[in-house]
């Protein structure tokens, strides 16, 4: 972070693509006070955990998206650990994940959905 908060003014506009649990979402707004901070979180109970996180802080230059960013727009397969886990990963099954043997096995108990997907450009 304090790499970061050495590229962020108050005044930037930040992405923060696969919020996960929202740690750089809510780091990032406490800079960018006069910006704006987009999340883009597909998985949607980590989509409304960040979303509560942002109402309990009274951040409204904070938009949460529940959308994938890919290539372009439309929808793709996400593979995703279950509410069940305590793993945030997830990935669009387009590009694949991890490749290792120890995620491949790790990825077997993945959930899959479909999800709308924006590009940046969008």
Same mark, same amino acid.
């Given at each position: 972070? !304090?790499?970061? /908060? *050495?590229?962020?003014?108050?005044?930037? $506009? $930040?992405?923060?693509?696969?919020?996960?649990?929202?740690?750089?979402?809510?780091?990032?707004?406490?800079?960018?006070?006069? +910006?704006?901070?987009?999340?883009?979180?597909?998985?949607? %109970?980590?989509?409304?955990?960040? &979303? *509560?996180?942002? %109402?309990?802080?009274?951040?409204? *230059?904070? !938009?949460?998206? %529940?959308?994938?960013?890919?290539k372009? $727009?439309?929808?793709? *397969?996400?593979?995703?650990? +279950? %509410?069940?886990?305590?793993d945030s990963?997830?990935?669009?099954?387009?590009?694949? +994940?991890?490749?290792?043997?120890?995620?491949?096995?790790?990825? &077997? &108990?993945?959930?899959? /959905?479909?999800?709308?997907?924006?590009?940046?450009?969008?």
């Amino acid at each position: 972070m !304090r790499f970061v /908060s *050495k590229l962020v003014k108050a005044d930037s $506009c $930040c992405y923060d693509i696969g919020g996960h649990y929202g740690y750089y979402t809510m780091a990032l707004s406490a800079i960018a006070t006069e +910006g704006a901070v987009h999340t883009f979180e597909p998985v949607h %109970e980590h989509a409304v955990r960040i &979303q *509560k996180g942002v %109402e309990r802080s009274s951040l409204t *230059k904070t !938009r949460i998206h %529940e959308t994938a960013v890919a290539k372009a $727009c439309g929808e793709m *397969k996400l593979r995703f650990a +279950g %509410e069940d886990s305590d793993d945030s990963m997830a990935y669009l099954d387009e590009y694949g +994940g991890v490749d290792t043997e120890a995620a491949k096995a790790h990825y &077997q &108990q993945f959930k899959e /959905s479909i999800v709308p997907t924006i590009s940046i450009d969008q």
